[in-house]
């Protein structure tokens, strides 16, 4: 009896200060549709390489605006997470407000840990001056995505690679039948998809802290959306309604991030799909922007465990082992090159619609954010303006320029 209940206390013993020693860290991500299938498939390996580090996941933010929204809250109210992710364009604000801190100290103390294991072009989108503040965990790229059986029922056999070449395939898949033959995603996080028509001229939409909205670009951005939006039909569709219905083999082509592929193809209906670069205004684009998110360190807990265990999940998650999961169950491309280059060796030549955004990367430019504190007021203008042209409210280009760029103006520090 002696025996068994002393095993019993060491048992007891043993359990209490496993539980003492067990540290629970918080963390924040976005788009619980596209990513819960992600951590869902990293959690297994994270808890067998660290039993002692429970992560307790927050309610997902609605978007990457959101997500800056909430951060800055939890700023004043002190209840900010350990690890939050955050869109590549929404960085810059929390490095500035002194809310995401600097990763270089932890960096400096790992002997094991490469800088050149991200792609260089990809750390750069975490790095301000000269420090690193986030690790970048995906990376995306807009595409093309092709219903192949509606397309080749209109007679279609042949990717597009401008928008001119978009305008008459819809105009080709209107005529025999199909509705709504084109989304595309103007209503993406960010005004992305007008920074990609911006950056495919090879025009920043802020250059030296300005606002190019009055620029030829931009209006050549807006005039070519509205030719789009009138010559297609387009249906104004929120965008989550539009993945479903292009999902269920309703629309002939959808333009949108690389992110939403593994989604995709989950809930694709009986079709053939292929992806396809993004086209281009009268030419293939110049640059394209850089989509995807980065893991930020933005805990306030002054227990040096805490601060460990934070740095230990964030630097799973975009290690190799964690980057790969982020091809397997979406379409990012992994910015880590062990993931790419090691772990997904086959992995592109078996799975060619994830490859398109790779071949992209050349293009790859910054995802742009605007400039002061009022920058998700000024992404909101951009929304509202464009909006304006889906909808047919606005037909005059150069009138409604104008009004952004004022609007934009009033917003901008000392406008």
């Known amino acids: 009896m002696k025996t068994a209940l002393s095993a019993m206390a060491l048992a007891l013993t043993a359990t209490a200060v496993m539980a003492e020693d067990t540290v629970t860290i918080e963390f924040a991500y976005p788009y619980s549709h596209l990513f819960d299938v992600t951590y869902e498939a990293m959690m297994p390996a994270f808890k067998e390489a660290h039993p002692n580090i429970d992560v307790k996941f927050r309610a997902t933010y609605e978007s990457y605006e959101d997500g800056t929204n909430t951060i800055l809250r939890e700023a004043v109210s002190g209840n900010l997470p350990d690890v939050t992710m955050q869109g590549l364009n929404r960085q810059q604000i929390l490095v500035d407000k002194g809310i995401a801190q600097s990763l270089e100290p932890f960096i400096a103390k790992e002997t094991d840990f490469a800088k050149d294991g991200y792609h260089d072009a990809m750390l750069s989108l975490s790095t301000f001056g000269e420090n690193v503040h986030g690790l970048p965990f ?5 595409v093309g995505y092709y219903n192949m059986d509606l397309l080749k029922e209109a007679g279609v056999e042949t990717l597009p690679t401008t ?3 978009v305008i008459g395939m819809c105009e080709t898949m209107k005529a025999n039948g199909i509705d709504n033959p084109v989304f ?3 209503n993406i996080t960010g005004n992305w998809f007008m920074q990609a028509l911006m950056w495919s001229q090879d025009k920043a939409i802020v250059d030296n802290g300005r606002v190019t909205l009055d620029s030829p670009e931009a209006l050549a951005a807006m005039e070519q959306m509205k030719e789009i939006f009138t010559k297609c039909e387009m249906q104004n569709l929120e965008w989550k309604a539009a993945l479903s219905s292009f999902s269920a083999g309703e629309i ?3 333009f ?3 992110s939403a592929l593994g989604a995709v193809e989950r809930s694709q209906g009986e079709f053939e799909l292929k992806t396809g670069p993004f086209p281009g205004m009268g030419e293939t684009p110049k640059g394209l922007p850089a989509g995807g998110n980065a893991a930020m360190l933005t805990s306030t807990s002054d227990d040096p465990k805490v601060q460990e265990a934070a740095w230990t ?3 799973f998650i975009t290690s190799g082992e964690g980057a790969a999961e982020v091809a397997k169950t979406t379409g990012y491309m992994p910015p880590n090159k062990a993931a790419n280059e090691v772990i997904l060796a086959d992995f592109y030549d078996q799975n060619p619609n994830k490859q398109t955004a790779v071949d992209q ?4 430019r910054d995802w ?3 400039p002061g504190d009022n920058g998700l007021a000024i992404t909101q203008v951009i929304y509202d303006g464009i909006e304006r042209i889906v909808t047919g409210d606005t037909t005059d280009m150069k009138e409604l320029q104008q009004e952004m760029v004022e609007e934009v103006a009033d917003l901008l520090p000392n406008g």
Do not use: N
Not at 138 to 142: A, C, E, G, I, R
Not at 361 to 364: D, E
């Open 138 to 142: 995906s990376v995306s790229l807009p």
């Open 163 to 165: 928008w001119g070449e």
């Open 184 to 186: 595309w995603g103007w």
């Open 252 to 254: 002939g082509m959808m």
């Open 256 to 258: 949108w991030s690389t």
């Open 313 to 315: 999940w964030l630097k």
């Open 361 to 364: 990367l050349p293009l790859l």
């Open 368 to 370: 742009l954010a605007y």
